[in-house]
Each structure stands twice: as structure tokens, then as C-alpha cells.
């Protein structure tokens, strides 16, 4: 997932820096008084300029945004790919009967060089650092454990170098004691039973075990069950895998390593980067059409009791992550406290509280939860990356506590505003056969199905059955 995942983004970067040097080889014309170049002049030298940049970024490593790499090679990489590309630019300009443009050819490629070579090294390191600012604040950065002897320090060490990865080390289990003064920053948990409750009560993402099979202290195969179940992404040094495996699996290099890697989530990477980009187009389009009346709701919720317009409740999201869930308030202010008073009323199995005809949601509550309209301001939570549009549901953590361990795993994709449940179960289906559903969903998801989902969605809030 990880060689996917930078491949795909080093690919993507490529072709980012490829469309600025040529942007900037067709503004360095504005420099001169007249047209340098006919039109079909610069279709060719732009075609060479794709066909030289590209290979030599690519050559040189340069569409790579997640590697510790040196600010030094990263300098002379961009160096030597814009000086050579331009020299061989000018010497076809200078030597081929139908390019030669001898006035303007040395100063044109000049100040392309100059711009370029500038333009690029500036888009490389405000890409790192902003990227580096991103992950230091928690976005889009994934949890790490690693299980590691001494003989794993190098793969460690180079773990750490690359923080602009995304990943975040938060524990090492090892029993060895150096690791306590080297890497001060992480947990040091010495068994297997403490992983088991370090990731029930953490977010943890990536399990990397750099460990011998022939290491008795620690149980692959329990270790694979578990984390399957709870839908943990596990990576396994190749090197001491020998024997037959019997899981879905994918190898990604990674520091000079081969792990085997076994997730139980989709590996779709492109698919799910799509589905983040339709969730922050489709929220923001949301919004601005639904602003006047999310503006009448507001007004309305104020007007009606003077109480706070918004219900903010802390909610488990992907993997265990925490998060404030925004939804217009739709009960009386005091409902979190009343709520103890009428659990003997609860209509739902399972850890979830529900009453049908709750006594404490107001008249304009009725109307809000009808038309689902209480639910607009959870496009806010997706634009912030907390939520998708589709995906399930994000409980409590009260909830969470009372999962069975295999009801964790719907916990390994992020939660959603809508799913099946929603549109196809709701409060005809037990709890369990909810979680079944989201498991479902989780096994089975592709664009196509969240698509699905939507239309069917739109058509359960235009027929509200007040469920």
C-alpha cells in the first residue's frame, strides 16, 4: 500500500512539474517584444520539453514527495534536469535549419533556465513543508506500532527520517531495553497482550512486525487474527515469511524491505483518493446551495428557545479517532441530561439509544429529523476530513466500548453521513444486522456502490417517513 500509494502520488507530481515548466517556457515569450516562436514551433519544442523533463525527474527521483532525501540531491537533481533539457534545447535551436533562431535562442532559454530552475525548487519545498505542517497538525497522517529487536534500528531509524510519509510512530513492542533510551518519543510496550489493549484504546493504523518467526515471544498468527478482525493493516518483513500464506496479500518495498502486507479495507488507493476529492466538491456545492436555508434553520432554532443553533457531540471516528460530529440542535437544550431518566424507554438493542417519538425533541426538531435537514452541518465535518459522505455511521464512544471485537472493523473505514443503514435498514433491522451492513459496505465499496448510496439517500429525504 505504501509503494502503491507513492508511486501513484510520484506519478501525479511528475506531471505537476512537467505542466509548470512548460507554462513557464510559454510566459518567458511575454520577455520579449515579438513572437519568438510559430505555433507549430512550440507544439514541438514543448512536446521535447515533456518527453526530457519527464525523464529525468523520473530518473532522478524528483516526483518523490515522501523520502528522506537530502535538500542537497533534491538541488542538484533539479539542477542538472533543467540545465541539460535546456542545453539541448539551444543546440537544436541553434543547429536545426527549421528551429534556428540564433538572436533569441541563448537569452529565451536563459531566463527559461532561471525561472524554472527556481519555480521548481520552490514548488518542491513549499510542497514538503506544507505537507510537513499538515501531518505535525494530524492530517491525513496514519498511526504506526512497530514490533522490532535490535537487528530492526536501521528500518526504525529510517522510519523516523521520513516523517513527511504521513506516518506516526506511536509505539514500538519489543522486550529489548535499548529501544527505552533511543527512541524516547514512542511506547515501549514488552508484550503481546498489552498490543491487544494499546490498539482497542488508541487509533492505530499500521502494525510493521521485523521480527523472526522463530521468535516465540510473540504469536504471528494470533497477532493476524486480531487484527484482521478489528481491520488493523498488517505488514510483515518478508524476509522471515517463508511458509505458505493463506490471506489476500500485496508486497511494497519500503526502506530497502519487502513487507507482505494484509488489509482487510479496500486497496483501491486511486478510487479512495477520488472519493476524498468528490466528498470536499460535493460538501462545499452542498452548502453554498443549501446556505438561505441553513440561514432559516439557524434563525428559526434561535428564535425558538434562545438555545445554541448547533448540537456538537464528541464522536469515534476512523480507526478511533476522535472528533467534534456537527448537527443543528433538534431536542431541548438539556437532552444529554434527561436522557438517563428514559433509558428504561429505549426502543433500540444493542449499546444505541433510541425512541421513536422521543419526548424530548422539539416541534421544529420533528421537521429537521423528517427531512434529515438537521444533518447539513455534517458536510462541514467532511470538508474538515472527519467524515465522507458515505460511509458508517460515527458512534459514541460509549457505543464503542460495548462493540464485540469483530464490530470494530466498521471502524476501519471512515464514517459517513449516510449508508446502508440509512437508506435500507434504519429502524427495521436489529443492531447486529446494522453492523453486518456496514461490514458489507466496508468488504464491498466501490465509487459505483457510494453513488448508489447518494441517489438513494436523495430519495429517502424527499419521502420522509419521520424514521
Not at 526530457?52 to 540531491?73: C, M, N, P
Not at 518495498?253 to 488489509?263: G, K, R
Not at 476529492?277 to 460538501?283: E, G, H, Q, R
Request: proline share 3%.
Amino acid at each position: 500500500m505504501l509503494n502503491r500509494r507513492e508511486s501513484w502520488l510520484s506519478l501525479l507530481m511528475t506531471l505537476v512539474q512537467i505542466a509548470i515548466t512548460v507554462l513557464i517556457f510559454i510566459f518567458t515569450e511575454r520577455f520579449f517584444p515579438k513572437q519568438v516562436f510559430t505555433l507549430n514551433e512550440k507544439i514541438i519544442l514543448i512536446s521535447q520539453i515533456t518527453l526530457l523533463w519527464g525523464a529525468f525527474i523520473y530518473k532522478l527521483h524528483l516526483g518523490v514527495i515522501f523520502r528522506a532525501r537530502s535538500t542537497f540531491s533534491m538541488l542538484s537533481g533539479y539542477a542538472v534536469t533543467v540545465f541539460f533539457g535546456s542545453l539541448f534545447l539551444l543546440l537544436e535551436l541553434q543547429l536545426i535549419p527549421y528551429l534556428r533562431h540564433i538572436d533569441n535562442s541563448f537569452r529565451y532559454l536563459s531566463i527559461f533556465f532561471t525561472v524554472d530552475l527556481l519555480a521548481l525548487i520552490c514548488f518542491k519545498l513549499l510542497l514538503y513543508y506544507s505537507m510537513c505542517y499538515l501531518r505535525k497538525k494530524g492530517y491525513n497522517s496514519r498511526n504506526v506500532i512497530i514490533l522490532a529487536d535490535e537487528t530492526s534500528s536501521s528500518f526504525i531509524t529510517s522510519f523516523l527520517k521520513a516523517e513527511d510519509w504521513g506516518y506516526r510512530l506511536l509505539a514500538i513492542i519489543s522486550p529489548d531495553k535499548v529501544f527505552k533510551e533511543t527512541y524516547k518519543k514512542a511506547h515501549i510496550i514488552s508484550n503481546q497482550d498489552t498490543l491487544r489493549r494499546y490498539i482497542t484504546l488508541y487509533p492505530i493504523d499500521d502494525v510493521f512486525y521485523c521480527l523472526p518467526l522463530s521468535d516465540k515471544r510473540y504469536n504471528l498468527e494470533q497477532m493476524i487474527y486480531e487484527l484482521n478482525e478489528i481491520g488493523v493493516r498488517l505488514h510483515i518483513m518478508q524476509q522471515f515469511f517463508k511458509q505458505k500464506l493463506n490471506f489476500n496479500y500485496t508486497i511494497n518495498p519500503i526502506f530497502d524491505h519487502n513487507f507482505i502486507t494484509h488489509q482487510t479495507t479496500s486497496e483501491n488507493y486511486i478510487g479512495l483518493k477520488i472519493k476524498g476529492i468528490m466528498d470536499v466538491l460535493l460538501s462545499t456545492f452542498a452548502l453554498f446551495v443549501s446556505s438561505p436555508v441553513i440561514f432559516l434553520i439557524a434563525v428559526s432554532i434561535k428564535l425558538q428557545d434562545g438555545g445554541s443553533v448547533f448540537f456538537k457531540q464528541e464522536r469515534i471516528g476512523q480507526n478511533g479517532r476522535r472528533f467534534t460530529c456537527y448537527k443543528f440542535r433538534t431536542m431541548v437544550s438539556n437532552a444529554e441530561e434527561l436522557q438517563a431518566k428514559l433509558l428504561k424507554q429505549n426502543e433500540a438493542d444493542g449499546p444505541v439509544f433510541k425512541i421513536v417519538n422521543d419526548p424530548r425533541i422539539t416541534r421544529l426538531g420533528h421537521i429537521l429529523r423528517k427531512t434529515s435537514l438537521d444533518e447539513l452541518p455534517q458536510f462541514l465535518n467532511v470538508i474538515k476530513g472527519d467524515m465522507s459522505i458515505v460511509g458508517p455511521r460515527p458512534p459514541l464512544l460509549k457505543e464503542v466500548q460495548q462493540y464485540k471485537r469483530h464490530q470494530l472493523r466498521r471502524l476501519s473505514m471512515k464514517p459517513g453521513i449516510t449508508c446502508k443503514w440509512q437508506v435500507w435498514g434504519r429502524h427495521k433491522v436489529t443492531f447486529d444486522e446494522w453492523m453486518e451492513m456496514d461490514l458489507d459496505y466496508i468488504d464491498n465499496w466501490s465509487l459505483s456502490l457510494d453513488i448508489k448510496i447518494m441517489f438513494a439517500t436523495a430519495s429517502v429525504i424527499f419521502k420522509p417517513n419521520g424514521q
